[in-house]
């Protein structure tokens, strides 16, 4: 195939390198079933434009993955979601949402690796969802919180309930959010990052 002068690649985008003040930076797994709004969340809050392998859902899903209160969706992540977001001018973190079908599962193992933390998005229409989630990553150690996705429809409970059925710790963070706002995006980030540095703090080898 024969590339046009302006097919080569020349490099990173200006506005996709990192700022010159980053000294650190982080991978942030976003995790949660079909539909939850993984995509959603990195493409809300990421600072730069998120590579996303969406592909349009197909005949072959059908009886296999649970699409419930997500029936009008007809494209889905295969791979993963990336986005960066800068949380002070040294820090950095590195997003990758998982694909939610069940059937790609198998690809989250590599995407745990490294991961310093997660974020959990939970669509109560479908809480029953989440439970291998979050066994997932207590099996692999990763510390997490939970964020509660706001939609519409979605019928709401005191946290204390939702943390009673999804058995949950008394110190893992519940926090509502809406996933399509930024500012909403960047309150979880920033509870998860308030959490690992709580968890660091009462490290026994800090003691």
């Not at 020349?10 to 942030?28: C, F, N, Y």
């Not at 998120?50 to 899903?61: D, I, K, R």
């Not at 150690?141 to 509660?148: C, S």
Request: proline letters at 5%.
């Amino acid at each position: 195939m024969d590339f046009k002068s302006s097919d080569t690649i020349t490099g990173p985008r200006a506005e996709d390198e990192l700022p010159h003040t980053t000294q650190a930076a982080v991978k942030i797994v976003i995790v949660g079933g079909f539909g939850v709004g993984k995509t959603t969340m990195v493409g809300s809050v990421s600072e730069i434009k998120p590579l996303t392998t969406e592909e349009t859902m197909t005949q072959a899903g059908i009886g296999v993955d649970d699409n419930y209160g997500s029936e009008s969706k007809t494209a889905t992540t295969v791979a993963m979601d990336f986005g960066r977001i800068s949380i002070t001018e040294q820090l950095v973190l590195y997003l990758f949402g998982t694909p939610g079908q069940e059937r790609f599962w198998f690809l989250w193992n590599g995407l745990f690796e490294g991961a310093l933390g997660a974020v959990v998005l939970i669509d109560t229409r479908r809480l029953e969802v989440s439970f291998d989630v979050i066994g997932r990553l207590e099996e692999r150690g990763v510390p997490f919180v939970v964020a509660i996705n706001d939609f519409p429809d979605a019928p709401r409970y005191p946290i204390e309930d939702l943390r009673a059925a999804l058995d949950l710790a008394d110190d893992i963070p519940i926090v509502k959010c809406d996933a399509r706002r930024r500012a909403s995006s960047r309150d979880v980030l920033m509870t998860l990052m308030r959490f690992l540095h709580a968890l660091a703090m009462r490290s026994p080898s800090r003691a």
